[in-house]
Nanobody, 124 residues
Framework: QVQLQESGPGLVKPSQTLSLTCTVS??????????WSWIRQPPGKGLEWMGA???????FYSPSLKSRTSISRDTTKNQFTLQLASVTPEDTAVYYC????????????????WGQGTQVTVSS
């Protein structure tokens, strides 16, 4: 059973960089053909795919967030990390990490494992 767990600060000040880590257990982030994604859901809105890192260490980003987003991984810890720069209150959301076999995702049901999500609030 694969498990994902997000961790990071719950409160970030505007203009700072948000950094979240997803720790994976029960499966390797280098396992063939899987993509490890970051997805967020602002209050009252739908899910937004932010980006992903592939089993071969290639990162993919949403065009709307590409200029501010960086996704990397640490295979020794079986973790992958999201960094979102220059945050504003509009970046307030629940942030999820999840696993998928193909990109782009057609819908949320294509992800086979999700973290529980972590609330991030951007406020001074």
């Amino acid at each position: 059973q694969v498990q994902l767990q997000e961790s990071g600060p719950g409160l970030v000040k505007p203009s700072q960089t948000l950094s979240l880590t997803c720790t994976v257990s029960g499966g390797s982030i280098t396992a063939d053909y899987y993509y490890w994604s970051w997805i967020r859901q602002p209050p009252g809105k739908g899910l937004e795919w932010m980006g992903a890192i592939a089993y071969v260490d290639t990162a993919f980003y949403s065009p709307s967030l590409k200029s501010r987003t960086s996704i990397s991984r640490d295979t020794t810890k079986n973790q992958f990390t999201l960094q979102l720069a220059s945050v504003t209150p509009e970046d307030t959301a629940v942030y999820y990490c999840a696993r998928i076999r193909t990109l782009p995702a057609g819908g949320a049901n294509e992800y086979d494992y999700w973290g529980q999500g972590t609330q991030v609030t951007v406020s001074s």
